[in-house]
């Protein structure tokens, strides 16, 4: 898969570690590599093309991180909630809003989606509480007008039902 991700000269300026399923998960912050081809990607394995998906999430072009995270978000990996949860303490509301529609499952907690998002929220909860920092923060700055009251804004919300899905994992 690597082999198909053109090179940078810009490396990612940042990174955040996260916890999954035990273990500690690093991830840039943002990526400046160019996406590849439509045909690049298609010659990859379901697999491999979740992870390039999953690793475009971080991209530093809006629309490219949208895209990808409308592939990845299907996938059931224990390792697609940090990339997912991510995005909700950004300032781009459509993203954000992709990743609400994509978490249609969220509240039933009989579902994968439920289970591995819960989990995920229960063992970084101190990533939680700086995401809806975040949120709160972006939202005061651009979208006030939008949605008069935090709790409206789509990532006060999707943090609500993240929290909710972890109750089974331990208290929040």
Do not use: C
């Not at 994509?102 to 990533?127: C, F, I, K, M, W």
């Amino acid at each position: 898969m690597v082999s198909i991700v053109p090179v940078t000269t810009s490396a990612p300026n940042r990174e955040f570690n996260v916890r999954v399923a035990g273990e500690t998960l690093t991830i840039p912050y943002r990526i400046y590599n160019e996406e590849p081809s439509a045909d690049q990607i298609a010659s990859l394995s379901a697999r491999q093309q979740v992870l390039l998906h999953t690793l475009f999430i971080r991209h530093h072009n809006g629309y490219v991180r949208q895209k990808h995270l409308q592939q990845a978000i299907r996938s059931h990996e224990a390792w697609i909630p940090p990339y997912v949860v991510s995005v909700i303490g950004e300032y781009v509301v459509e993203i954000i809003q992709t990743v609400a529609e994509g978490l249609d499952q969220l509240e039933d907690p009989l579902s994968q989606q439920s289970s591995s998002y819960g989990r995920y929220v229960s063992e970084n909860r101190a990533v939680i509480d700086l995401i809806e920092a975040r949120a709160a923060s972006y939202w005061n700055v651009y979208y006030r007008p939008q949605f008069p009251r935090f709790a409206q804004y789509p990532s006060r919300a999707l943090v609500a039902r993240l929290r909710n899905a972890s109750d089974p994992f331990g208290p929040t």
